[in-house]
């Protein structure tokens, strides 16, 4: 079996394990695959094994790959990655959804960019809870003013949170931080129920999304246990 195909169903399994241990039902949580410094190559292979999502930082490396599919599979993609000011037009003629809305700027310009592209697009707000290796995502006490800022913007539909918790060997470490967002979530539900739309919780990579399906994760972002080691560049 082709290697990718074979690291998907072990990831698959992995997910199924951890959702059994908090009684969720697996077919609830999203396996997005992130093929950022991967071919589009590798993207095939995947989508022979059945992915039609799939994850990309950076929009310029995205765009070709993104190009190279279209009219060959119908696939969805996602940008993970920080999104600057100057890439939202760029970014909303590739995506489908954007997990990285830190601010009411660029979520204004991106808006504005939908619009121009003819499309709503599912965004989710990434938030800073703490990690030191990303500068990225508003910190947890701006996150209500975004939210409503957001829900203002008719061209983005606000579907849930995303974050990055700082890397911990020990992945229990990180489950504090999956709580916290998911927590987060529920208090922004309670005080204006529906302002999350689809109420994602974008949160997991490959060392940790077990500990995040625990608390609620609805979409784990994985690359290294699909694709293999990124070359670091
Ligand atoms: C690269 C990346 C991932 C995947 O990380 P792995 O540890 O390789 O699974 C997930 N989320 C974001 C935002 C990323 O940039």
């Known amino acids: 079996m082709d290697a ?3 690291n998907i169903l072990k990831v698959r399994e992995r997910m199924a394990r951890a ?12 396996l997005l695959p992130i093929s950022k410094t991967f071919p589009a190559e590798s993207v095939s292979r995947a989508v022979a094994a059945g992915i039609r999502r799939f994850g990309e930082n950076r929009v310029q490396e995205a765009e070709a790959k993104i190009l190279h599919f279209r009219g060959i599979a119908d696939l969805e993609w996602h940008l993970v990655g920080h999104l600057q000011s100057n890439k939202t037009r ?10 990285s809305i830190d601010s009411v700027k660029v979520a204004a310009r991106l808006d504005q960019a939908a619009k121009e592209s003819g499309k709503i697009l599912s965004v989710l707000l990434q938030v800073d809870l703490g990690s030191e290796e990303t500068k990225f995502g508003a910190p947890p006490e701006e996150i209500r003013d975004l939210v409503d800022a957001v ?5 983005l539909r606000l579907d849930g949170l995303m974050t990055i918790p700082p890397f911990f060997k020990n992945p229990e470490e990180a489950r504090p931080y999956f709580a916290q967002l998911r927590r987060l979530g529920e208090s922004l539900e309670a005080e204006q129920p529906g302002c999350l739309g689809r109420r994602h919780l974008s949160m997991g990579m490959s060392h ?6 625990l608390e609620g994760a609805t979409i784990i972002r994985v ?3 699909i694709f293999g080691e990124r070359r670091h560049a």
């Open 4 to 6: 990718i195909a074979e």
């Open 19 to 30: 959702a059994a241990a908090c009684g969720r039902d697996p077919e609830e949580i999203t």
């Open 90 to 99: 760029r970014a909303a003629e590739l995506f489908d959804v954007i997990h």
């Open 151 to 155: 829900s203002g913007l008719k061209h």
């Open 208 to 213: 940790d999304f077990e500990a995040a399906i």
């Open 223 to 225: 690359g290294t246990a």
